[in-house]
């Protein structure tokens, strides 16, 4: 694994590997001296096109726990709001001595474009409608921290998943890793060709919840509304959100999930969110373990875990 | 350029058939038969070459005015020139826009100086590209350049009335209206073909209704005012079927494919590079058939490069920011052999028909398109089908480098290019 671009480039054991690594790592963050030697040395570029403040700390907590030099690159007020293109400003991390780039990026595509440019390993950090694998990782961490598993849990995926890139890196995660995810939406929020996807799909969210053990909720735009997506964002909410009455019908066991950020009383209501039975919180601090498990494995550190003192190559 | 040297060609298949040598003089086919004598002659050597009529494109974008950072009159007359044509039409979307008596002028006087080979200016249907309100189509068809096809090209004239009154307008001086057909709210901010891949890659989808529901209005419209419709680079199976159903009801629609639609399919998007995005999209396996099918069986009248010259740095880019568009026309003959001739759907009189004769006859293009027979005008091609090539954008006589086909390999070479008796291309080389 030189990129990780695609949750679909994933092997099974690969990203079994990515979380289990994660879990060793996020003992790091239970010490009072959150800090590994691993990257020392290593220079981490986040190159960001789209304001994402949750994910751009998140990858920088990730890469200065393993001591890495991190530069955040973002694309405002730099060259780039000049009119440099993407492959002059990756030319010039490229000269810069860049190991490691973490990109966000409103184009799908993006990431694979960056990867052509430069020689160091490119996370993909968000592109367009495309993917987020990282957001798929950390969920899949949170769900086998969770319920224990993640062979034959049932998974729906509620939203849009039209233009979800957090979608896109679930169903093809999952299904690597033996989920079974439905996907639940208005037909207009669907993919046309939805039915070649590895998941199920339902229009009915009221039929699939009392069958599932985690709920993934995810943000509906307010513009996809305008866009004539759905008439309006209470109709939407009626059918679609997660309500305390919705909530209340779901298994005991199930939990809810949010990649964030959360429009409260549109897709999920308030008190759903703050619940118990919801990690969104956890999926944050996840985030992190997971960050620093794939650059630890993309930027070939070595393990060193509590009590051990091996050497950084 | 002079007409006084007098050019035998020796030893051709005259349309893939019978060889003969052809003699050339004063812009004319003087001779045609076995062992005809030299007599002063240069002598120009087919060795059983395949000689059709001198290639048409009825859709060339040559950029200038306004765009001579990715091709000029002269490079692209050049390029079509290496690809074997002798006419191109050049479409209006330059900027300033082909929209007036002055522009189709000046675009016809660059290929005149140029000469490489004939340059008709297709005319802009409406002020500007913006289908808003008819261009002076009287005023570009009276001038020196003679507009006969008008076309919004790369926009398309969505709003129906306005087709309606163009379709209309353009029968007093015979002239055929050859619409983009994209239904605009269908394809906003559309990326790539709307299917399998769209949806994987994340990049927003063109659908083949937006193609097929403007191909069907226009049909119905031209029926019904009796005129000339032609539909520019047909993409889908289901236009292919709308064509079908037109013509059998006797609409006067005539069609073009181009040849990367003949050959390429949405899945090279899969690398994200943007050379291959185009308008309209590379669609699927299952459409390239159709259109090999229609092409074949006359449903798709010609074969039109729509060559669309960009700059590098338009095209190293992402992908949703990267312009729309590929070479064509060094391209075009070995594409159509490599998908119609070597799969036996079409032989050599069929491509001539269908590359040189027909978009003639749509362009009203008189001196182009002609039989291969004594006394009409020399517009030859000579083609070696036996060769084959890699492709390399950077030995292309464009100004530009994106070609699709780069590294691929392809069947034939254009060995000689004559434009009325006179070489533009000499032992594969430009003159």
């Not at chain 2, 500007?128 to 919004?152: N, T, W, Y």
């Not at chain 2, 362009?363 to 060769?387: F, H, K, S, W």
Request: negative net charge; glycine residues 8%.
């Amino acid at each position: 694994m030189r990129h990780l671009l695609s949750a679909g480039d994933l092997t099974r054991d690969e990203a079994l590997l990515i979380l289990d690594t994660a879990r060793e790592l996020a003992q790091v963050g239970e010490r009072s001296v959150k800090k590994l030697p691993t990257l020392r040395g290593r220079t981490v570029v986040n190159l960001f096109y789209e304001d994402s403040t949750r994910t751009r700390i998140s990858f920088e907590a990730a890469a200065k726990r393993m001591s890495a030099d991190v530069i955040n690159f973002s694309a405002r007020g730099s060259s780039v709001s000049k009119g440099e293109s993407l492959k002059d400003t990756a030319l010039t991390l490229q000269a810069m001595g860049a190991d490691g780039v973490v990109i966000r990026h409103s184009a799908s595509g993006a990431a694979r474009r960056l990867a052509e440019w430069v020689d160091g390993a490119v996370v993909n950090a968000g592109d367009g409608t495309h993917e987020h694998p990282t957001q798929a990782l950390l969920d899949a961490f949170t769900m086998r921290e969770r319920m224990g598993r993640l062979e034959g849990l049932r998974v729906a995926v509620v939203g849009d998943i039209r233009h979800s890139r957090v979608a896109r890196s679930n169903v093809l995660l999952l299904n690597t890793l033996g989920a079974e995810v439905t996907l639940v939406a208005p037909p207009t929020l669907l993919p046309v060709s939805v039915d070649a996807w590895p998941c199920e799909v339902s229009y009915d969210f009221d039929e699939v919840l009392p069958k599932s053990d985690v709920v993934m909720m995810l943000r509906v735009q307010a513009e996809r509304m305008n866009a004539s997506f759905f008439p309006s964002a209470r109709e939407y909410s009626r059918r679609y959100g997660l309500t305390a009455e919705r909530f209340a019908r779901m298994a005991d066991h199930a939990i809810v999930m949010h990649p964030g950020p959360m429009i409260r009383g549109m897709e999920i209501s308030a008190e759903v969110a703050d619940s118990a039975r919801s990690t969104v919180v956890e999926q944050v601090t996840n985030g992190v373990s997971v960050r620093m498990a794939v650059l630890y494995l993309l930027l070939g550190g070595a393990i060193q875990g509590p009590g051990h003192q091996g050497e950084t190559r | 350029m002079t007409d006084t040297v007098r050019y035998l060609i020796r030893d051709a298949r005259i349309l893939g058939g019978e060889r003969a040598d052809l003699l050339l003089a004063s812009g004319r086919i003087e001779a045609i038969g076995q062992g005809l004598s030299a007599d002063g002659a240069e002598v120009v050597e087919a060795a059983g070459a395949v000689a059709l009529p001198g290639l048409v494109d009825l859709h060339t974008h040559l950029r200038e005015p306004g765009r001579e950072d990715a091709e000029t009159v002269a490079t692209g007359s050049r390029a079509a020139a290496m690809g074997g044509y002798t006419a191109v039409f050049a479409m209006a979307n330059t900027d300033p826009v082909a929209d007036t008596a002055g522009v189709v002028e000046q675009v016809w006087r660059l290929g005149r100086e140029a000469g490489y080979c004939d340059v008709y200016p297709v005319g802009a249907v409406t002020v500007g590209l913006k289908g808003e309100q008819l261009a002076e189509l009287g005023a570009m068809a009276d001038s020196p350049a003679r507009v006969r096809v008008f076309s919004d090209d790369g926009m398309c004239v969505s709003d129906a009335l306005l087709m309606r009154r163009a379709l209309e307008y353009v029968k007093a001086f015979d002239g055929v209206i050859a619409q983009h057909a994209q239904e605009p709210r269908l394809t906003e901010g559309a990326q790539m073909n709307e299917g399998v891949v769209s949806d994987r890659l994340g990049l927003a989808g063109w659908p083949a209704v937006a193609e097929e529901a403007i191909i069907a209005r226009d049909c119905l419209l031209a029926e019904h005012v009796g005129s000339r419709l032609h539909v520019c680079h047909v993409s889908t199976k289901g236009s292919v079927q709308i064509i079908r159903w037109a013509k059998s009801r006797g609409c006067d629609v005539t069609a073009e494919v181009t040849p990367h639609h003949l050959l390429l399919t949405d899945d090279l998007a899969e690398s994200y590079d943007p050379v291959y995005k185009v308008n309209p999209p590379l669609r699927t396996a299952e459409d390239v058939q159709a259109l090999r099918e229609g092409l074949a069986d006359g449903t798709i009248d010609i074969v039109a490069t729509d060559h669309a010259p960009h700059p590098s740095e338009a095209k190293e880019t992402e992908w949703s920011q990267a312009a729309m568009g590929m070479l064509g026309l060094e391209t075009a003959l070995s594409v159509v052999q490599h998908t119609m001739v070597d799969t036996g759907l079409l032989d050599w009189a069929g491509v001539a028909q269908r590359m040189s004769a027909v978009p003639a006859r749509i362009g009203r293009a008189v001196d182009q398109g002609r039989p291969l027979a004594v006394g009409e005008p020399a517009n030859i091609t000579l083609y070696d089908p036996t060769a084959t090539r890699v492709v390399d954008p950077a030995a292309m006589a464009s100004k530009s480098r994106n070609s699709p086909y780069a590294g691929m390999t392809l069947p034939g070479r254009v060995l000689a290019t004559f434009l009325r008796g006179v070489p533009t291309v000499l032992d594969g080389k430009i003159q």
